[in-house]
């Protein structure tokens, strides 16, 4: 079938992060590719990606490329889901003969309640989806296709079995031959990456357990399955030659430094290669590994510290004490790694006095950014089911991700600590951060080194004052 893989309309106003569409209109605007919604397209001879929030696309004009193909697969989040269901309800009304479907996290946990959603919804992709997608597309019957949930014509839905997780990730073509068919790299950014930056998995799951994280518990699974180190080094060469214009490569996997020798021997070919990179990493890698990625072109690591009370860390399972993450941080500052730190208020535990301390711990081992997040109780994960268990949502136990502004809500509270005052934290923590007479000297000195950087920075510096504006609402 003539097949389209898209991003729908953004009704709310969305970024795109972590290889969709994130929650909530973020402090920084910011777009990462779609990677979860091109591996599949790379598997199907003939379809196009179409990420219309990322190239600013109206539902009219989304609509009238959508109808020109067969079959629609939407990749959705658990926030977008609503106003995804509205886009395939429009489109079954101008073309009531195609066949429309949905991939994420959202109907991987969900899929009966994702297909009585609307009628609009043909089937949806459990589990990991690439090879569910193809069959699909391959016009195979669907009671064949494992992996898949759907509707009969009389209504009735239907899950087949599940699909086996990937062993062999080499089984998977490159996704950057689609970036670059379908995609315009300019319009991919992120405050911290070079622009423009492009984002590649090595390989999915993630052996850490931390009871918040949504892919691993519903998609990528807990065991780190990895591409060959000659198969990650063959596409980024691919990206060196054909996509100049990239000046710097992100390996978005969970935890890209869980196999060390792995991370090193990826490293030692990028240096052989020439290329600027990053990737996400745990505070806890070592010294000697650190050196070897800093000496072959790591440029950045995006950290999840979470918190700073190491009894937070043992209630969310971090796998990770403050003083690891202080040396982490220490090596890190001595090799000239920079770091965008995470972090995450109203986890179990939290209370006026841990989020304090949070704070001071951020400003202490100082990464070049931050961002601090609310915790956020998706369904799948842990964290939802101990929110429902122990009564930390509202009355209704209705999971609002999102205000009426577009920005994050905060859905978690506890008797000693309010949503209010935890969603008040974010500020704080963001304004005492960041505005220090140190911070922002720092800021300031990389503005001065290029009228580039001045011009981004002060981009960013309204658009974050904007965010803080949009959350008073």
């Given at each position: 079938?003539?097949?389209?893989?898209?991003?729908?309309?953004s009704?709310?106003?969305?970024?795109?992060?972590?290889?969709?569409?994130?929650?909530?209109?973020?402090?920084?605007?910011?777009?990462?590719?779609?990677?979860?919604?091109?591996?599949?397209?790379?598997?199907?001879?003939?379809?196009?990606?179409?990420?219309?929030?990322?190239?600013?696309?109206?539902?009219?004009?989304?609509?009238?490329?959508?109808?020109?193909?067969?079959?629609?697969?939407?990749h959705?989040?658990?926030?977008?889901?609503?106003?995804?269901?509205?886009?395939?309800?429009?489109?079954?009304?101008?073309?009531?003969?195609?066949?429309?479907?949905?991939?994420?996290?959202?109907?991987?946990?969900?899929?009966?309640?994702?297909l009585?959603?609307?009628?609009a919804?043909?089937?949806?992709?459990?589990?990991?989806?690439?090879?569910?997608?193809?069959?699909?597309?391959?016009?195979?019957?669907?009671?064949?296709?494992?992996?898949?949930?759907?509707?009969?014509?009389?209504?009735?839905?239907?899950?087949?079995?599940?699909?086996?997780?990937?062993?062999?990730?080499?089984?998977?073509?490159?996704?950057?031959?689609?970036?670059?068919?379908?995609l315009?790299?300019?319009?991919?950014?992120?405050?911290?990456l070079?622009?423009?930056?492009?984002?590649?998995?090595?390989?999915?799951?993630?052996?850490?357990?931390?009871?918040?994280?949504?892919?691993?518990?519903?998609?990528?699974?807990?065991?780190?399955?990895?591409?060959?180190?000659?198969?990650?080094?063959?596409?980024?060469?691919?990206?060196?030659?054909?996509?100049?214009?990239?000046?710097?490569?992100?390996?978005?996997?969970?935890?890209?430094?869980?196999?060390?020798?792995?991370?090193?021997?990826?490293?030692?070919?990028?240096?052989?290669?020439?290329?600027?990179?990053?990737?996400?990493?745990?505070?806890?890698?070592?010294?000697?590994?650190?050196?070897v990625?800093?000496?072959?072109?790591?440029?950045?690591?995006?950290?999840?510290?979470?918190?700073?009370?190491?009894?937070?860390?043992?209630?969310?399972?971090?796998?990770?004490?403050?003083?690891?993450?202080?040396?982490?941080?220490?090596?890190c500052?001595?090799?000239?790694?920079?770091?965008?730190?995470?972090?995450?208020?109203?986890?179990?535990?939290?209370?006026?006095?841990?989020?304090?301390?949070?704070?001071?711990?951020?400003k202490?081992?100082n990464?070049?950014?931050?961002?601090?997040s609310?915790?956020?109780?998706?369904?799948?994960?842990?964290?939802?089911?101990?929110?429902?268990?122990?009564?930390w949502?509202?009355?209704?136990?209705?999971?609002?991700?999102?205000n009426?502004?577009?920005?994050?809500?905060?859905?978690?509270?506890?008797?000693?600590l309010?949503?209010?005052?935890?969603?008040?934290?974010?500020?704080?923590?963001?304004?005492?951060?960041?505005f220090?007479?140190?911070?922002?000297?720092?800021?300031?000195?990389?503005?001065?080194?290029?009228?580039?950087?001045?011009?981004?920075?002060?981009?960013?510096?309204?658009?974050?004052?904007?965010?803080?504006?949009?959350?008073?609402?």
């Open positions: 079938m003539k097949t389209l893989f898209l991003q729908a309309p009704y709310e106003g969305f970024d795109g992060g972590a290889g969709s569409r994130f929650q909530t209109k973020r402090e920084i605007k910011s777009f990462w590719y779609p990677t979860w919604l091109v591996q599949p397209a790379a598997l199907v001879e003939g379809s196009r990606v179409v990420d219309a929030p990322a190239d600013d696309l109206s539902l009219e004009a989304t609509l009238d490329i959508a109808q020109e193909y067969e079959l629609v697969i939407i959705t989040s658990s926030p977008s889901f609503q106003t995804d269901i509205q886009f395939a309800e429009h489109l079954k009304q101008h073309k009531p003969t195609i066949l429309v479907g949905m991939i994420g996290a959202k109907v991987a946990v969900d899929p009966h309640g994702s009585t959603a609307s009628d919804l043909d089937f949806v992709c459990r589990e990991e989806f690439d090879f569910t997608c193809r069959e699909i597309a391959q016009g195979l019957p669907f009671e064949s296709i494992l992996g898949l949930s759907y509707r009969l014509p009389d209504g009735a839905i239907v899950h087949n079995d599940a699909r086996p997780i990937l062993e062999d990730m080499d089984q998977l073509p490159f996704v950057s031959p689609i970036y670059k068919r379908d315009t790299p300019e319009h991919y950014f992120s405050g911290y070079k622009h423009p930056y492009l984002s590649l998995y090595t390989g999915r799951g993630c052996k850490s357990r931390c009871t918040f994280c949504l892919w691993p518990h519903t998609v990528g699974g807990h065991r780190y399955r990895t591409r060959s180190v000659e198969n990650v080094l063959e596409e980024v060469k691919w990206i060196r030659d054909n996509m100049p214009e990239i000046k710097e490569i992100m390996f978005d996997d969970d935890t890209f430094t869980d196999l060390r020798p792995r991370a090193e021997e990826i490293a030692r070919g990028l240096g052989k290669l020439g290329v600027t990179w990053s990737c996400n990493a745990k505070a806890n890698v070592p010294y000697s590994t650190l050196k990625m800093k000496e072959n072109g790591l440029r950045l690591l995006l950290v999840g510290y979470e918190s700073g009370d190491d009894q937070i860390l043992v209630n969310v399972k971090k796998g990770l004490r403050t003083d690891m993450a202080r040396q982490f941080s220490e090596d500052r001595k090799l000239g790694i920079k770091i965008h730190g995470t972090f995450i208020l109203g986890l179990p535990g939290e209370t006026h006095e841990t989020i304090q301390k949070t704070i001071a711990y951020a202490e081992i990464p070049h950014t931050i961002q601090v609310l915790a956020a109780p998706y369904p799948g994960t842990v964290l939802h089911k101990q929110a429902v268990e122990n009564g949502l509202n009355d209704t136990k209705v999971i609002t991700l999102v009426s502004a577009g920005t994050q809500a905060s859905t978690i509270g506890y008797p000693h309010s949503r209010e005052e935890i969603y008040l934290g974010v500020e704080e923590f963001y304004k005492r951060f960041y220090r007479p140190s911070k922002i000297w720092e800021i300031v000195r990389e503005m001065l080194m290029s009228w580039e950087m001045m011009r981004r920075r002060l981009q960013e510096g309204a658009e974050f004052f904007r965010y803080l504006r949009a959350r008073k609402v």
